[in-house]
């Protein structure tokens, strides 16, 4: 918002239709990234709950159990946030760009989060090769989502 309001205030057109359609690139790609995570955990038949590593995180920021309502918000606001933000910055920097450089976004985020969850007792899942299957699916839908909604919608359309 704070980025939103100084770019109107400069009068950066370029700049504001990008965090616009960053924002609704974002939820977009949530919304999809939440629905691959269960349709492949359904057709996986996967024990475990696609949405472990949400109670986890919801967690450790409330330092309640991961099934508590108020780790359950946390841990779903801390999601929605870090999803919509990470659609912003790729807008930011890539904008009208193809849209499998957002596919490569989210692959590069599904590679970070790889980095970290297996070295660490606490975010690791229980059944770590069926959640690598699921997260990297649906981090690749995330940034497909993202990218083609950036490549249609990111470039400032001039006056007719």
Do not use: C, K
């Amino acid at each position: 918002m704070a980025l939103l309001i100084l770019a109107r205030r400069v009068n950066r057109p370029v700049t504001i239709r990008r965090l616009q359609v960053g924002a609704i690139a974002g939820v977009l790609g949530l919304v999809a990234y939440n629905a691959t995570r269960w349709v492949v955990a359904e057709l996986l038949a996967l024990p475990n709950s696609p949405f472990y590593s949400i109670y986890i995180f919801g967690s450790l920021i409330t330092a309640q159990a991961p099934d508590t309502t108020a780790a359950i918000v946390a841990g779903w606001l801390y999601h929605v946030s870090n999803g919509i933000t990470f659609a912003i910055m790729y807008t930011l920097v890539a904008g009208p760009a193809r849209w499998w450089f957002g596919l490569l976004w989210g692959l590069a985020l599904e590679t970070a989060m790889l980095v970290v969850y297996p070295s660490s007792a606490i975010l690791r899942p229980p059944a770590l090769a069926s959640f690598v299957v699921v997260s990297l699916i649906s981090h690749a839908v995330y940034g497909a989502v993202i990218g083609l909604v950036s490549q249609r919608y990111a470039r400032l359309r001039s006056a007719p």
